[in-house]
């Protein structure tokens, strides 16, 4: 199937510090990518689509500020978490469509962020 | 919005057992997806689901997709700890995913 990188697969901060996670589609060019907030054992949250060339549609209650979206181009979308704090802490993934079959996604593996 | 709810929610069982995980919406999909993750990984795909009825098999597991196309199960004989991880069932234009079903299979 396709591939979906994510990068770093986790990272460690300061409070306060801004933190940014690259998802790359490696063999497929990708016009809209997905990124999922998740909490251990919890489903996954959708929480903005980013669409190449063009402003990120987020999610109600989902802080567009807080978490800035680029998809500068058709093979990478950056997720940016800003002025970082505690609860912000979270595993972020990322998925995107390979357009073989409507409705598949494929997923990084996933960004597993702490804010100390 | 397209909401699914997936049941149960948690299940541990022994290794040989049959388990059956459950996918409902009062909503029609055109398809369905259902995903496995593992902790510390992103979701992988284990099948797409589109026509009512449509049955499809991967070794152990037995997806079905509802006649009405409302909703879906994932039937996994002889569990094994390999099969231990989350499920999620995934659909609609936004992918709304259900809450997931947590499987512990004991050795």
């Known amino acids: 199937g396709a591939v979906v990188s994510q990068h770093p697969s986790w990272v460690i901060c300061k409070s306060g510090t801004s933190v940014k996670i690259e998802c790359r589609s490696l063999?497929?060019?990708?016009?809209?990518m997905f990124w999922y907030r998740q909490f251990p054992k919890q489903s996954l949250m959708l929480m903005a689509t980013?669409?190449?060339?063009?402003?990120?549609?987020?999610e109600q209650g989902v802080e567009k500020d807080k978490f800035l979206i680029n998809h500068a181009s058709l093979t990478l979308s950056t997720l940016t978490v800003t002025s970082a704090h505690p609860e912000d802490s979270s595993f972020y993934i990322c998925?995107?469509?390979?357009?073989?079959?409507?409705?598949?996604?494929?997923f990084g593996e996933g960004s597993r962020l702490t804010v100390l | 919005t397209q909401l699914l709810e997936q049941s149960p929610q948690f299940l541990s069982i022994q290794e040989g057992e049959n388990l059956t995980v459950y996918c409902n919406s009062s909503?029609?999909?055109?398809?369905l997806q259902w995903y496995r993750q593992e902790p510390g990984e992103g979701p992988v795909l284990l099948v797409t689901?589109?026509?009512?009825?449509e049955v499809k098999k991967l070794k152990r597991l037995t997806f079905q997709f509802g006649d009405a196309r409302k909703d879906s199960s994932l039937h996994i004989t002889a569990a094994q700890p390999g099969d231990t991880g989350l499920y999620l069932c995934?659909?609609?234009?936004?992918?709304?995913f259900g809450e997931g079903t947590q499987l512990t299979v004991n050795p």
């Open positions: 998925s995107a469509h390979s357009g073989s079959v409507v409705g598949e996604l494929f």
């Open positions: 063999d497929f060019q990708a016009t809209t």
């Open positions: 980013s669409n190449e060339g063009s402003k990120a549609t987020y």
């Open positions: 909503s029609v999909f055109s398809s």
């Open positions: 689901v589109v026509t009512g009825g």
């Open positions: 995934a659909g609609g234009k936004r992918l709304t």
